[in-house]
């Protein structure tokens, strides 16, 4: 299928080892991870379309230790450059650029070769292109990639999927790569087909449920508490002391403590300056549709999607604002909370917590119905794990979560972990207390509410569902169980009514 490799290029440095891994999309993410596996000292060559990120990777390589980076302008010289099997990794945006990366190496790789995807891709396009790399007889994997540009270079957490020779065969290189915690590398072979995209997927919808319920903390502590932008930063750099120390709270303990200095401006912190208006680039709102296709609440997940969108509708909500305040909506808090400061943010932080819990349960309970479906065996306590370090969603309580699953890998819900458990009805007074507060005092706290109806939901042994049901057998004839015999039942309900009144 090819002829011998060429001559490396003039431009890249003299290496004493022909590259086992070459890497295609050299935007910042490409060029931190490529320049992150140089570093551990495995030579790699890169490739773009842009001959300019070439260029700026290469120097990069160079200013930053003259790391064993090739730079190659055209696909064929890239591809021959690597020895055999040869791996290729793909960092281009999801969708038709993958398609079309791929159709422009493939015509020089041969059978036993590997393409590695490590975007945001939607897990179905990765089985579909798995399909098609066999027919060429390539293989395949899907690697999730977390950590951002900082976890790129640094070290990330990585979820691959697909095919497992694939994996092995540059299984020492992600091991490496991969950020290291206590418990090892921060990467495992998640499990064939799209499971790698999946899993991926699913860490950026918790990672959205955290990032809400972040955001309503410091909504209340600044609104109901007056909180000042410096004291919510000890406030959350505080908490990262303890049970939530996590890279997403400490972060916002920085974000608060940077001033705007932009020119012109008048000043303050610089997140005051910044629109409340958020982005997203789609996993999200592909974690709540596999929710609903699966039948798994996820509430909080869902809640925090809404607020995306909703955030997206400022003229509708600067204008809705006028309007109810002509009404006679008061337009700050609709009633004034006293409380000590200490004591707000003690509960505060005991509910998010508590709303943090049950928004990584729905995410592993839509893990586990989806490993399910697809018979992936996916391993909880072990994508917990490699969840520990390099990712945005790192925490100190996944440990937890990777020890709950330890003990029990059929543990229906993480509530209902003795561990866990103990701690829901430790805080529940504090989170009610919270979620009551911003209530009466007309502050939306749609991640906090919604897992708190999400747990009270969980742990009742009785819900009103029962009306529903016989709703539904009266319009519809959909019938309905006992709780006092075996069968299906239908009642003419209308009839038999109309008979008694």
């Not at 399909?131 to 950590?147: E, P, T």
């Not at 997940?301 to 997206?312: E, P």
Request: hydrophobic content about 40%; aromatic content about 6%.
């Amino acid at each position: 299928m090819t002829s011998p490799a060429p001559a490396p290029p003039a431009s890249a440095p003299a290496q004493s080892l022909q590259p086992r891994i070459g890497l295609a999309g050299l935007a910042t993410m490409g060029q931190n991870l490529a320049l992150n596996i140089a570093e551990k000292g495995f030579p790699i060559s890169v490739y773009n379309r842009t001959a300019a990120k070439v260029d700026s990777t290469l120097s990069r390589a160079a200013a930053e230790g003259g790391l064993p980076v090739l730079g190659h302008r055209d696909p064929r010289d890239f591809v021959l450059s690597l020895a055999r099997p040869r791996t290729v990794v793909l960092l281009v945006q999801a969708g038709r650029a993958v398609d079309a990366t791929i159709d422009a190496l493939a015509p020089y790789l041969d059978a036993g070769d590997a393409i590695v995807d490590g975007g945001n891709e939607w897990y179905q396009n990765t089985e579909r292109r798995i399909d098609d790399a066999a027919s060429r007889g390539l293989l395949y994997l899907g690697m999730g990639v977390s950590g951002g540009e900082e976890g790129a270079r640094n070290g990330p957490s990585l979820m691959p999927g697909g095919d497992l020779q694939a994996y092995n065969n540059i299984k020492d290189i992600l091991e490496k790569a991969a950020a290291q915690t206590e418990d090892g590398p921060c990467v495992t072979f998640v499990g064939p087909g799209g499971a790698g995209n999946f899993v991926k997927m699913v860490h950026n919808g918790i990672e959205y449920g955290d990032m809400q319920l972040i955001a309503e903390a410091y909504d209340v502590l600044h609104r109901v508490g007056g909180l000042s932008n410096a004291e919510i930063a000890d406030v959350f750099a505080e908490w990262n002391k303890g049970e939530l120390e996590s890279f997403l709270v400490e972060i916002t303990a920085d974000i608060f403590t940077v001033l705007d200095d932009a020119e012109g401006s008048s000043g303050g912190a610089l997140v005051d300056k910044i629109l409340d208006k958020t982005g997203m680039k789609g996993t999200g709102k592909w974690t709540v549709q596999q929710a609903a296709e699966l039948a798994v609440a996820a509430p909080t997940i869902a809640a925090s999607l809404d607020g995306r969108y909703l955030s997206g509708l400022k003229d509708e909500r600067v204008a809705a604002s006028t309007v109810l305040e002509q009404e006679g909506m008061p337009a700050g808090l609709l009633e004034k909370i006293n409380v000590d400061k200490k004591v707000l943010v003690d509960r505060v932080r005991q509910a998010l917590y508590a709303s943090k819990v049950c928004s990584y349960a729905q995410g592993m309970n839509l893990l586990r119905a989806k490993s399910v479906e697809k018979g992936w065996n996916l391993n909880l306590a072990d994508l917990s794990r490699i969840w520990k370090g390099g990712c945005i969603i790192r925490a100190r309580f996944l440990d937890r979560i990777k020890k709950a699953y330890d003990r029990n890998p059929e543990l229906a819900n993480l509530i209902v972990d003795r561990e866990f458990a103990r701690e829901m009805v430790q805080r529940q007074g504090a989170w009610r207390w919270v979620v009551a507060r911003a209530v009466e005092a007309g502050i939306s706290t749609p991640g906090m509410s919604a897992s708190l109806s999400y747990f009270d939901t969980y742990r009742c042994n009785r819900l009103p569902a029962n009306l529903i049901q016989a709703q539904r057998d009266l319009f519809g004839a959909h019938t309905y169980e006992r709780i006092d015999r075996p069968g299906s039942f239908h009642t003419e309900w209308t009839k038999l009514a109309r008979k008694s009144n």
